[in-house]
């Protein structure tokens, strides 16, 4: 398939904030998702796709580099992502696609990013469905990045007084500790995904087939984190912020994701059950374009794909705090072992029996994975952050509803 391999266009739809257990293929029985699940049933599913950080900023990075956020650097908005590191979207134009990427807000994802060509905002199919038009005749590389399943759920993040005033509404809600809000901020979430499934992903999906790309494209459907709505918090006063739903923590239900790779005589629908990390999706995509990304953290998936791999990769999941590590945890099935790097407070969790991580056990986890995890965090280098940087961190994720 050499040949045929290269002429194929790159698409990544990311569903930002969405749960597998909101998706119909991957077991939900309350939320109907029939475009998604489609697409899985033409693809492939991966079961067990873990993301690199537990919100958007450092795992899109991770996403598009190959690398961890404690190797790529990008752990607040300003930070500079270095201008050597190969991404997705480098690779791909020195390789002659044309690249272009739609974003939630273009004050935030991929700013300054080299050929990442940020073209609009993906609150609406009209600049994506312009952009295919007319690149329809070349080799392309698209990023499409929703926030339709992002919380304050379906509010347009440019109805800025809406959107600060429908936050503040869900924050109260999980504040108050009522089960009736708690039900109704769950009800507004399965609402937002299913119309983001049946109306903004179908009419992607159905522009792509009225231009006669689906043939010629491998599409990656994919999330950058899952969510929470205060469940890990004794104190539901703790919760301020869209950074307590998806940020301060690592469990299960905000890093498992769905991936789902659709590519029409490339790859052989199917089930991957192993465990992967979203670190592999930048050099599976290049890989399907004959343009390798190597030397990097991820590995092509289609190895795994094929059947010529077993077994579970490696996941390392980073947290992250006002621009720096805050947490490391290895993932590596039937054990996840969480550091709290500046308390050194370990939690440690036996998936197999503790799925919902709710009895943490450090003392059995094996020695050979305790050392794996502090050989890491002795290589680890903090980013050094002045005064200003640190309130410029603080003042940026603030605008997002963050803090």
Known sequence: SGKRSRRVNLIVYVSDALRTDHVGCYGARRVHTPTIDELAAEGVR???????????????????????????????????LDPGLPTL?????????????????ESYLFKGFPDANV????????GVVAWLREHRDERFVLWFHSWATHM??????????????????????????SASALEELRESYARAVERSSEHLLAGFLDELDALGLRETTALAFVSDHGESW?????????VRGTYHMHGATLYDEIVEVPLILAAPGLVEPGV??????????????????????????????????AGAEQGDRTAWIVGTDAGRVSQLA????????????ESGEEEAYR??????ERRSAPDDVPAELRERVYAELELLEQPELSPEDAAAVESRLADLGYL
């Open 46 to 80: 991966f079961d067990q796709a873990i993301a690199a950080a537990p919100w958007t900023c450092p795992s899109t990075t991770s996403m598009i580099t190959g690398l961890y956020p404690h190797h790529h650097g990008y752990l607040h908005w300003d930070a500079r």
């Open 119 to 126: 073209a609009g905002t993906s609150e609406t199919l009209d």
């Open 230 to 238: 205060g469940e890990r918090f004794a104190d539901k006063q703790a």
């Open 351 to 356: 998936l197999d029996v503790d799925p919902r």
């Open 272 to 305: 991957v059950t192993a465990q992967v990390s979203l670190v592999d999706l930048a050099p599976t995509l290049l890989d399907l374009a004959g343009a390798p990304l190597e030397g990097v953290d991820g590995s092509s998936l289609l190895p795994l794909v």
């Open 330 to 341: 290895l993932r590596e099935p039937p054990w996840k072992l969480t550091v709290h790097v």
């Open 89 to 105: 979207f480098s690779v791909a134009a020195a390789h002659g696609y044309a690249t272009g990427s739609f974003v939630f807000d």
């Open 152 to 177: 304050p759920y379906d509010v347009l993040h440019a109805e800025r007084k809406e959107w600060l005033t429908a936050k503040q509404a869900i924050m109260s809600g999980i504040q108050s500790d």
